[in-house]
């Protein structure tokens, strides 16, 4: 089946470590996106990429990094520069372009103590 | 800018009523418009979406959305809710720039009495 997965569902973390959050596509698709989401606050855009070995900054990229090397995978590191990490994280994935749906993973809740 | 408002943070509606989530937008040409639902620690389903044509749109689980251009909306309406429609809803708009990236509401917790 296609999809995306995150991996893990669970993360647990001590303040200023850097952490890595998997992300994972079948769906041939080009774009990927890394959202945060807070009670109360929707999806917040952090990362997102059009193709691989390229990506842009969204509303809130301070504090996380990306690559993109493989069109599948889509990896977010939550920096220790990050002030507030404890959050739910998702990714996900559309086509580039034309009409597209975003198409979502199950998420990831990171908690930093 | 862009930009998605729902009005409702939460609304709570008795099993077998019918339901209505407002969205309404802010977009400078003719928007692609979706619904998503999120039950509690999971990621999100798309409901339906507006891409063009016929403004009404039908989804998944009996859910279907009219697109008015007039009073930018892209509400959200059930004829009967069930118990496991109980969740978080999020509408969206784009695409916003280049791509398909979209713009969230603050989302609608859906409550449902029996």
């Known amino acids: 089946d296609g999809g995306i997965t995150q991996s893990p569902k669970y993360l647990f973390r001590k303040e200023g470590q850097n952490v890595t959050l998997s992300c994972e596509q079948n769906l041939n698709h080009d774009a990927m996106y890394w959202y945060r989401q807070d009670p109360g606050q929707g999806l917040r855009l952090i990362y997102y990429s059009q193709i691989v070995n390229d990506f842009q900054k969204g509303d809130i990229a301070e504090g996380y990094s990306v690559s993109r090397e493989k069109k599948e995978s889509f990896p977010l590191t939550v920096t220790s520069a990050q002030k507030n990490p404890t959050a739910f994280y998702l990714c996900a994935s559309s086509q580039r372009t034309g009409a597209s749906e975003q198409y979502f993973g199950p998420g990831t809740r990171l908690t930093v103590t | 800018a862009q930009s998605v408002t729902q009005p409702d943070i939460h609304i709570t509606v008795s099993e077998g009523a019918s339901l209505e989530l407002r969205c309404n937008y802010s977009?400078?040409?003719?928007?692609?418009l979706f619904w998503y639902v999120q039950s509690p620690g999971q990621g999100l389903q798309l409901l339906l979406k507006y891409f063009s044509g016929d403004t009404l749109v039908q989804g998944i689980k009996g859910f279907e959305a009219e697109f008015k251009r007039s009073q930018s909306s892209f509400n959200l309406r059930k004829p009967s809710v069930h118990w496991s429609d109980a969740a978080e809803y999020f509408c969206?708009?784009?695409?916003?720039?280049?791509?398909?990236?979209?713009?969230f509401g603050a989302g609608t917790i859906l409550r449902v009495k029996s």
């Open positions: 969206a708009v784009g695409p916003i720039q280049y791509g398909n990236k979209l713009v």
């Open positions: 977009y400078g040409a003719t928007p692609y």
